[in-house]
């Protein structure tokens, strides 16, 4: 039968269009401005490498494959959670030392993508019991730029506005404050104070205990 060209055409046309319906499988075109963060994105499961941040009672910091914490309980400063990684993996061992006295200890970091899981082994002395009975799970409250945590060793310590002697603010830290790394410009380093009120400035790197 022989049908007019016109009509031939539109009925292949009708065909390709019910074809692509009916595959599952049809190409979607993205928008180039969400191809990469397409492309880019990583799935739940692949997520293993901890956010700085706030996870209930832990303050926690990264830096690189170097992670610091510290846990506290009820007001008070109990473990400095330390470790460096060549690589994080589900399960992964970390060390702890308890806050004024020379206990230490090994233990177990489990990172999700948004919660830590933490485990200590040991004998504890008075703080937190309940981290060497089981595994506690902590959810990220809030999440930061902290490349390390520690305290300031020295008695006063005053706070610079750059990066020079010269641009003292009148302020100052005192010794045992608990201290977040933000940047480093070689032997100073920007960093913020942990307390309700928080203080931002820099000091030199000698000002804080490793």
């Known amino acids: 039968m022989f049908w007019p060209r016109n009509i031939a055409i539109s009925y292949l046309f009708s065909l390709l269009i019910i074809s692509c319906a009916s595959d599952k499988s049809a190409y979607v075109d993205v928008p180039t401005d969400h191809g990469e963060e397409l492309k880019n994105s990583k799935s739940v499961d692949e997520i293993t490498v901890p956010m700085a941040g706030n996870y209930g009672n832990i303050i926690f910091a990264i830096d690189s494959n170097k992670i610091s914490a510290l846990y506290s309980d009820k007001g008070q400063n109990?473990?400095?959670?330390e470790s460096e990684f060549t690589k994080f993996s589900a399960e992964n061992d970390l060390k702890w030392r308890q806050v004024g006295t020379n206990q230490k200890g090994a233990g177990k970091l489990t990172v999700e993508k948004d919660a830590l899981w933490i485990q200590f082994s040991g004998s504890p002395i008075g703080c937190a019991p309940e981290l060497f009975k089981s595994s506690q799970k902590f959810p990220i409250?809030?999440?930061?730029?902290w490349?390390?945590?520690?305290?300031?060793?020295?008695d006063l310590v005053e706070i610079s506005s750059e990066p020079l002697e010269a641009m003292k603010i009148g302020q100052s830290f005192k010794k045992g404050d608990i201290i977040c790394i933000l940047e480093q410009k070689k032997e100073w380093l920007r960093v913020e104070k942990i307390a309700k009120s928080p203080q931002v400035g820099w000091i030199r790197a000698s000002e804080l205990d490793n």
Do not use: H
Request: contains cysteine; positive net charge; glycine residues 0%.
């Open 78 to 81: 109990c473990y400095f959670i």
């Open 141 to 145: 409250t809030k999440i930061n730029n």
């Open 147 to 154: 490349r390390k945590i520690c305290a300031v060793n020295k």
